[in-house]
């Protein structure tokens, strides 16, 4: 069952990924990964449910979100570098790791997005 999302849940969120955030800002040990997991999974929130309210349209979409969206829409299956032409002009789909495992040996999260291609 997915869960709604309010936008003072995107507050919330936004808050205490700052609050941890901070932590690390003001942690003086030797320890470079104090609070790392913390960090990264209030991130994840933070982008979940932002994605979440933009869905709902609860967040009003940018111009460019709204263009990604329909792109998304007309080719879903989209390769990565794959060059697609919409309106008239061509858009080339990219991915490229979002979050990556502790090590920094694995992806653990993906993103991707459209950009123009020039003549």
């Known amino acids: 069952m997915e869960q709604a999302f309010t936008p003072s849940n995107l507050e919330e969120a936004t808050k205490l990924l700052r609050e941890w955030q901070d932590k690390f800002d003001r942690y003086s040990g030797n320890n470079p990964n104090k609070y ?3 960090i990264r999974a209030a991130r994840r929130r933070v ?3 932002e994605n979440a309210l933009k869905a ?3 967040l009003a979409l940018s111009e460019d979100e709204a ?3 329909e792109l998304d829409r007309m080719f879903p ?3 990565s570098k794959e060059v697609v032409e919409y309106k008239g002009q061509k858009f080339q789909r990219n991915f490229w790791p979002l979050e ?3 090590s ?3 992806v653990v999260e993906w993103n991707r ?3 123009v291609m020039g003549d």
């Open 56 to 58: 709902s349209g609860q």
């Open 36 to 38: 790392q997991a913390n």
């Open 104 to 106: 920094g040996k694995s």
């Open 100 to 102: 990556k495992s502790r």
């Open 113 to 115: 997005s459209w950009v």
């Open 67 to 69: 263009l990604e969206k």
């Open 77 to 79: 299956n989209a390769k």
């Open 47 to 49: 982008r979940l449910i």
